[in-house]
């Protein structure tokens, strides 16, 4: 093997690990924010937990008055600096009011899930995917200008959606053995490693024009490789061409 082609496989190796890392972090996160959901619903039944009348009316007031500065503000700055300005303006927005929400959950809460709510808003989009075998396989994916595999091994459904800042993971699983394949995409600003000690084999792979990087370790097959700034990966208990396969179908959704 080359020594540019050991490097590479190197890099790839870097990248993949802390993308598993990210992962986990990720399922964590969801994990945690199902928890604080529950407590928030058990909070709200109890009326002794919910803010006076007067709290929430100025939390509102002062909430629109910051709102509506940023966005006077953005008519004049970039996209980044009107990011950097709501976020501030809602930094200041929830420090001045920590005193007054410290004892109430219930408010806390709220106030949790309405910073987590600002996000760029995606468009429904229905896919037609091509499904192995099967020739039915229809999903709804809340994604716009992003990459998605239309073509799926026989056998395996969507099982989970998810997307945040750094990357957008779909989840599939099948039924009968209940094996699973992992699609990841990240963003160009990201990196991850993959874990090719002690695996069976490594080897360079051409995905659509472009280099990639597939390994087998424990029955696992992943595929790496980069398209347009993205870097993606598959992995998953299927073969070899199965995996190839799934890579060479991932296209760019508008």
Same mark, same amino acid.
């Given at each position: 093997? @080359?020594?540019?082609?050991?490097?590479?496989?190197?890099?790839?190796?870097? =990248?993949?690990?802390?993308?598993?890392?990210?992962?986990?972090?990720?399922?964590?996160?969801?994990?945690?924010?199902? +928890?604080? $959901?529950?407590?928030?619903?058990?909070?709200?039944?109890? #009326?002794?937990? =919910?803010?006076?009348?007067?709290?929430?009316?100025?939390?509102?007031?002062?909430?629109?008055?910051?709102?509506?500065?940023?966005?006077? &503000?953005?008519?004049?700055?970039? *996209?980044?600096?009107? /990011?950097?300005?709501?976020?501030?303006? =809602?930094?200041?927005?929830?420090?001045? /009011?920590?005193?007054?929400?410290?004892?109430?959950?219930?408010?806390?809460?709220?106030?949790?899930?309405?910073?987590?709510?600002?996000? #760029?808003?995606?468009?429904?989009?229905? =896919?037609?995917?091509?499904?192995?075998?099967?020739?039915?396989?229809?999903? +709804?994916?809340?994604?716009?200008?992003?990459?998605?595999?239309?073509?799926? #091994?026989?056998?395996?459904?969507?099982?989970?959606?998810?997307?945040?800042?750094?990357?957008?993971?779909?989840?599939?699983?099948?039924?009968?053995?209940? @094996?699973?394949?992992?699609?990841?995409?990240?963003? @160009?600003?990201? $990196?991850?490693?993959?874990?090719?000690?002690?695996?069976?084999?490594?080897?360079?792979?051409?995905?659509?024009?472009?280099?990639?990087?597939?390994?087998?370790?424990?029955?696992?097959?992943?595929?790496?490789?980069? *398209? &347009?700034?993205?870097?993606?990966?598959?992995?998953?208990?299927?073969?070899?061409?199965?995996?190839?396969?799934?890579?060479?179908?991932?296209?760019?959704?508008?």
């Amino acid at each position: 093997m @080359s020594s540019n082609n050991t490097d590479k496989i190197k890099e790839l190796d870097e =990248l993949y690990e802390d993308g598993l890392f990210r992962l986990v972090m990720n399922d964590v996160a969801e994990k945690e924010g199902k +928890i604080l $959901c529950e407590e928030n619903e058990r909070l709200k039944s109890d #009326p002794e937990n =919910l803010p006076s009348q007067e709290n929430v009316d100025r939390f509102a007031k002062r909430l629109d008055s910051y709102l509506k500065k940023a966005k006077k &503000d953005q008519k004049s700055q970039s *996209t980044s600096n009107r /990011f950097s300005g709501v976020a501030v303006a =809602l930094l200041v927005l929830v420090i001045i /009011f920590a005193t007054m929400i410290l004892t109430v959950q219930a408010l806390r809460i709220q106030v949790l899930n309405f910073l987590i709510s600002i996000e #760029p808003n995606f468009t429904s989009l229905q =896919l037609n995917v091509n499904s192995g075998d099967q020739g039915n396989g229809q999903w +709804i994916v809340n994604w716009i200008n992003t990459y998605v595999p239309m073509y799926i #091994p026989g056998g395996y459904e969507v099982s989970s959606i998810s997307y945040s800042d750094y990357a957008r993971k779909i989840m599939y699983i099948k039924q009968e053995d209940n @094996s699973s394949i992992i699609y990841i995409q990240y963003d @160009s600003k990201n $990196c991850v490693f993959i874990d090719t000690e002690n695996s069976l084999f490594v080897e360079k792979v051409r995905i659509n024009g472009q280099d990639g990087i597939l390994s087998v370790k424990d029955s696992i097959i992943s595929v790496v490789w980069t *398209t &347009d700034d993205h870097l993606f990966i598959i992995q998953g208990q299927v073969s070899k061409d199965e995996a190839v396969k799934m890579a060479e179908s991932v296209k760019l959704v508008k």
